[in-house]
């Protein structure tokens, strides 16, 4: 059994999967995929996600806004409330980014304080999106206390000091289709040493499809490859990869369980 721990279901194009998510959903199971997390990007699209996923059992959310959303000031409030949803597991995506958006940064620190506070409040992980931000997003979760909540880093392409570092706090690296690219071979040397206990999988669908699906949307089903090449790298079975990060899944998110 597989779990893709970061997917944004809502932002597919359904058209592909003839305008039903109950062919990307079933597409999964087929392939061992059986839980998925659909992580939210923006406060005001969240109750559609939750509408468009309200079926599924399978499905657990997050509630945040992603840190290259960030045209209005988030509102804790709105936040929290929204988060008190029961099939919300964990609050973010938050976090920085300042690889794609720079300028705006000083809204990004406030946004990302914001969000911790909140999981803080709630008792919920978070997960943490950061590009190019490492020393700010570190001082981050250590000033607003996020070891008392942990989390995920996900589809990490960052250092493994950072990644070190994030463990020590009780976070999670979770890592995504980027680990197959050729060009990622930094990042497979951090995905070696990862402790099989602090690692998990993902596909971030629609975006960045694992080889051998380069170009392709991405869906849950893809997490598999992910799995295999994990375990390529790290010299074990596909079978020990599945095991391994399905059982820190639910360490994190003890709901998700059955």
């Not at 995929?33 to 969240?46: A, I």
């Not at 996923?53 to 399978?58: C, G, I, M």
């Not at 099989?196 to 699906?213: G, K």
Request: glycine share 4%.
């Amino acid at each position: 059994m597989f779990i893709d721990s970061h997917c944004h279901l809502d932002r597919l194009k359904l058209e592909e999967f003839d305008n039903n998510l109950d062919n990307v959903v079933n597409a999964a199971l087929a392939n061992n995929v059986n839980t998925l997390l659909c992580v939210s990007v923006t406060l005001e699209e969240f109750p559609s996600m939750v509408e468009k996923t309200a079926k599924y059992d399978n499905v657990w959310l997050t509630c945040g806004a992603h840190p290259l959303n960030q045209d209005d000031e988030i509102n804790p409030e709105q936040l929290r409330e929204l988060a008190t949803n029961p099939r919300v597991v964990a609050i973010g995506e938050t976090g920085l980014d300042y690889f794609y958006a720079p300028e705006t940064k000083q809204v990004q620190l406030d946004s990302f304080r914001k969000h911790v506070r909140v999981a803080n409040q709630l008792n919920k992980p978070l997960i943490i999106h950061t590009r190019d931000a490492q020393e700010d997003t570190l001082a981050i979760l250590r000033e607003e206390h996020a070891e008392n909540v942990g989390g995920i880093l996900h589809c990490f392409t960052e250092s493994w000091e950072m990644a070190e570092q994030a463990i020590a706090m009780g976070f999670y690296i979770s890592f995504s289709g980027i680990v197959t690219f050729k060009n990622a071979s930094a990042l497979r040397e951090v995905a070696k040493k990862v402790p099989s206990d602090r690692f998990l999988i993902e596909t971030d669908a629609p975006y960045l499809a694992p080889v051998p699906h380069r170009g392709k949307q991405n869906q849950p089903a893809y997490v598999v490859e992910v799995a295999k090449h994990l375990a390529s790298i790290r010299g074990t079975s596909v079978a020990e990869i599945a095991k391994q990060s399905t059982d820190n899944f639910h360490r994190l998110f003890t709901q998700t369980k059955a």
